[in-house]
């Protein structure tokens, strides 16, 4: 049967789509999807383009939240000066995704619905804390981006829903971001460990609470959350707490190494992610090598 592509003019409309037809996928920018059909990874007859839908490419600040829609670009998140004011290593990250092509066509919403566990945005976001709005003909639900990947390429989504847009809340607060990506095969390949690293301050300023997404060495982000640390001490090294956490992360053995290996990578790419944030050093680039 020969692939028939469909161009929705609604969010409703594409949603309708997804839950009428077969085993129909969704297609954004088409840098991963593309490729993967492409090869033979997914087999479909149906594409449902979010191209002419109105409203996702939004960037605004509502409710304390700054909110990105699903189709925003890598490049636009990385020259967006309201992003950076609200995570400051942002256009580094995004930045620093693939090429010039890939940045300018690949979407937000793309790769948060793609789970490769090796991409930059949802370590960044989950760090953030950030909340992925997902729509159905059912309604309207909120996942956060932290435990949206179930797997290699498997999502908490159902088959009939789409991410329309992304919330990163705002606090009140100091907030510090760090970010390390490990690239010790070649500076263009993907991460083989990564971290990001949000440092943000107790609503009285008497104290800081540190959020870290380990990604790359397993397949679903590895999320740790400590609520008081005290900053002078992370200069000199990781807490116990932390590292002994860390020990626990199991990488899978493949090409780019062995569970040992990719283990060590893990507790580095934290440790510098870690000094990045407590520089609050925007312009310190997420690509590093062993």
Aim: proline share 6%; net charge negative.
């Amino acid at each position: 049967m020969p692939l028939t592509f469909h161009h929705p003019t609604s969010l409703m409309a594409a949603c309708e789509l997804l839950a009428e037809l077969d085993d129909a996928h969704l297609i954004a920018g088409g840098v991963s999807l593309s490729l993967m059909v492409r090869e033979g990874f997914v087999e479909t007859d149906h594409l449902v383009g979010l191209g002419r839908v109105d409203g996702l490419g939004e960037m605004a600040r509502v409710d304390g939240a700054l909110v990105l829609g699903a189709r925003v670009t890598h490049d636009r998140l990385a020259h967006s000066e309201s992003v950076r004011e609200v995570i400051g290593c942002a256009p580094r990250v995004f930045g620093g995704i693939g090429n010039s092509r890939v940045r300018n066509a690949g979407t937000l919403g793309g790769n948060l619905a793609h789970a490769d566990p090796a991409q930059d945005p949802p370590l960044l976001l989950a760090a953030a804390r950030a909340v992925a709005e997902v729509r159905s003909v059912r309604g309207t639900r909120d996942v956060a981006v932290a435990e949206l990947a179930t797997g290699v390429f498997e999502t908490a989504l159902e088959a009939d829903e789409v991410i329309a847009r992304v919330r990163v809340p705002v606090p009140a607060t100091s907030r510090r971001f760090g970010y390390c990506k490990l690239t010790p095969n070649s500076h263009d390949d993907y991460g083989t460990a990564n971290a990001a690293v949000a440092l943000e301050s107790t609503p009285d300023g008497s104290g800081w609470s540190l959020r870290i997404v380990v990604g790359a060495v397993v397949a679903t982000p590895f999320v740790l959350d400590v609520p008081d640390v005290d900053v002078d001490s992370l200069e000199a090294g990781l807490p116990s707490a932390v590292t002994e956490a860390l020990a626990t992360i199991r990488p899978q053995h493949d090409r780019k190494g062995t569970p040992a290996y990719k283990a060590a990578l893990a507790q580095v790419a934290v440790r510098r992610a870690v000094d990045a944030a407590l520089r609050d050093d925007a312009s310190a680039g997420p690509r590093s090598s062993a």
